[in-house]
T-cell receptor, first 114, second 111 residues
Framework: GAVVSQHPSWVICKSGTSVKIECRSL??????MFWYRQFPKQSLMLMAT?????????EQGVEKDKFLINHASLTLSTLTVTSAHPEDSSFYIC??????????FGNGTRLTVT | QKEVEQNSGPLSVPEGAIASLNCTYS??????FFWYRQYSGKSPELIMF????GDKEDGRFTAQLNKASQYVSLLIRDSQPSDSATYLC???????????FGQGTTLQVKP
């Protein structure tokens, strides 16, 4: 089945620094990957759609200059949280699908900004 | 109105009982519906998907879809304590293909 790998699984950083999260599709090519964020006891909120070879499309209210997305190949998308602040602390999850099959999720990255 | 609505629960059932989880959605054009299970601190994992009206069974799980009424449900038979988790209903938007999640229903199966 489709496997999505996400790295790192957790990260602690200081306020003002940047953090990069990687998402890889291991056994299929993903022209589109999705990035979600989940705060405690809340549901997954779609942040942006990452398109291979083109700019990401962001959901309303998500700052594109703060959450930089790069989808340089068919198997890798990265999310960089720039100038992180404590309110950016959250669980970030990427997902991808092979063709029209259902989305599969990476294991998520728990970001804590101190 | 939220795009995808679920009762947050918690829904508590005794071990061995049937757990019934419900979800309604607003986009009448949606064609694809999914149920994910999420344990605390973990990423969601796909349980079932359903595209056609009616029932779809997979082991102890049955998904039910009624497009006219815009609801989708998940039945878990012979509930086990290991089924205790948050169950997320997700609907694929008809115009963009993006997957939108409900807030999830917390299920507690008591031994």
């Amino acid at each position: 089945g489709a496997v999505v790998s996400q790295h790192p699984s957790w990260v602690i950083c200081k306020s003002g620094t940047s953090v990069k999260i990687e998402c890889r599709s291991l056994d299929f090519q993903a022209t589109t990957m999705f990035w979600y964020r989940q705060f405690p006891k809340q549901s997954l909120m779609l942040m942006a759609t990452s398109n291979e070879g083109s700019k990401a499309t962001y959901e309303q209210g998500v700052e594109k200059d703060k959450f930089l997305i790069n989808h340089a190949s068919l198997t890798l998308s990265t999310l960089t949280v720039t100038s992180a602040h404590p309110e950016d602390s959250s669980f970030y999850i990427c997902s991808a699908a092979a063709g029209n099959s259902p989305l599969h999720f990476g294991n998520g990255t728990r970001l804590t900004v101190t | 109105q939220k795009e995808v609505e679920q009762n947050s629960g918690p829904l508590s059932v005794p071990e061995g009982a049937i757990a019934s989880l419900n979800c309604t959605y607003s986009d009448r054009g949606s064609q694809s519906f999914f149920w994910y299970r999420q344990y605390s601190g973990k990423s969601p994992e796909l349980i079932m998907f359903i595209y056609s009206n009616g029932d779809k069974e997979d082991g102890r799980f049955t998904a039910q879809l009624n497009k006219a009424s815009q609801y989708v449900s998940l039945l878990i038979r012979d509930s086990q304590p290991s089924d205790s988790a948050t169950y997320l209903c997700a609907v694929k938007r008809s115009n963009t293909g993006k997957l939108i999640f409900g807030q999830g229903t917390t299920l507690q199966v008591k031994p």
